[in-house]
């Protein structure tokens, strides 16, 4: 077993947290959590790749053990910041692991350094508008009229049973979930000034779906090694975005698991595996 450690770093004078893995010669692993988890969610995948990668997973700003970032926080802004993350601990090319909010910003990664990136597994990171299901409407309306009525109307997505129904929803098996995940990313969501940062950020989701061609553009162009695993009952991430990547990368790999949104609760075993054949020594 290779261990884990848990470090930060200042990135313009705030706090990035991150867990560090792999030996440090070894080709370089950078993995991009969603909402509303942090760099935990990849507890298992970590040490069956450690062995192979070096692997940082660090929280985004205002998720997980880092800094929150001021008001009116953007996508832009925490791209910007992961960005230079990467900068200062050193991670000048590697592969990209990206989920849910990790999507947009790994994207915008890519789309400024397509140098630096090697290889994308994308496991439930949308960049397709088929991907995005009926359970966006709520947040879709907040786009069209930032009413604070619209914006009252999100809390439900931050409220504990709704972090447990994200967790389990199209999971076969809801006893293989762990109760550790939720249960940590309700104690992140209860911290002071969190709501409202989290809420700024729906209603920037806009941002990214306004970028998808951008994104997709940069696929076409640079066709990057991509692998999506995909949990093919998420309720947000519909099984056409992971199909739609080959449309533009036709050597894009995809492979469906019977789960959720949050895969790696039930399949970090065979996403490793997955991992491990798609991606060379």
Known sequence: MTATHYRTAK?????????????KGAPKFLLLHGFPTAGHMFRDLIPALADRFHIVAPDLPGFGNSDMPDRGNTFDRIAETIDRFTETIGFDRY???????G????FRLAVKHPDRITAIISQNGNAYEEGLSDGWNPIRAYWR????????????????????????????????VSPDGHSLDNFYLARPGVTEVQLDLFGDYKSNVALYPTFQQYFRTHKPRLL???GKNDPFFLPPGAEAFKRDIPNAT????DTGHFALETHAP?????IREFLPR
Not at 11 to 23: I, K, Q, S
Not at 95 to 101: K, L, Q, T
Not at 145 to 171: C, I, M
Not at 254 to 257: A, S
């Open 11 to 23: 990135v313009d004078g705030r706090v990035v947290f991150y867990r560090e893995a792999g030996p």
């Open 103 to 106: 999507a947009p910003t790994g």
């Open 270 to 274: 065979e996403i490793a595996a997955a």
């Open 254 to 257: 995809v492979r469906f698991f």
């Open 145 to 176: 009229d930032a009413s604070p009525a619209n914006r009252a109307a999100l809390r439900d997505f931050l409220k504990p049973e709704s972090t447990y129904w994200q967790y389990t929803h199209g999971v076969i098996d809801t006893t293989k």
């Open 95 to 101: 592969a990209v692991y990206v989920f849910d909010y």
């Open 228 to 230: 999506a695993v995909w």
